[in-house]
């Protein structure tokens, strides 16, 4: 693996106030490296959804650090979060939040617009992220003309156009069969091969396990385990395949 794009070192974060307060993570540390599709697992209320707001900078830890690219965001205000991640985090959520009004070329290329890139250079890496996810021939179609699947598409053309460096993901199977969901996770792995991108999963889907390089759960805030995905123990397996073949020509 590569260094962690995306880091979390001994998070504490309580959320609500007063007799209502939770502490919904208890130290948590988690880094996320290029190149990997890690999963984050737990039952309903560990603190999977929170960590994810945490290590999107979209909530300040309590206590402990985040680190985006190896840089704290302890002293960062609001417009250097905002800033941050914009430039470096890009987010698919269960429900898309594709904008109806706007077609598909339309609703990646905002990532662009919210930057003040409204140039042909950003209509063409729009079209590029279309196309890396498979849907260069829907260009031009409005989410309510789209399937579950090709909308959730859509969103992850959205969050990897502007070159994030983390693709965080809520669930992204949730609303989709399983065809659909099979399909997401295929592209969601393959965008992670790219070792300058680490993607992390949320998910209560068992389904797409064999698409993790790492499964980390996580119970009432703590981590509480995590082992090789089946898709590391697959490349560890052809590797050595791979070697044994070589060592037996030789």
Known sequence: MTEPVLEA??????L???AAQVEALKGVSLA???GELALLMGPSGSGKTTLLSVLGCMMKPTSGTVRVRGEST???GPEELTKLRRDHIGFVFQSYHLFPTLNALD???LVFDVRGERTSDATRKAREALALVGLSHKNKSYPLELSGGEQQRVAIARAVAGNASAVLADEPTAALDSENG?????VLARIAKDRARGVLV????PRILPFAT???RIEDGLIVGEHRGSAAIDTRKEEARVIHAYAQKS
């Open 107 to 109: 609703n990646v290329r």
């Open 214 to 216: 790492r499964v980390v």
């Open 74 to 76: 302890e002293n960062l």
């Open 9 to 14: 070192v001994e998070v504490v974060k309580f």
């Open 182 to 186: 099979h399909a997401i996770m295929s």
């Open 16 to 18: 609500g106030n007063g």
């Open 202 to 205: 949320v998910t209560h889907d």
């Open 32 to 34: 996320i490296s290029g």
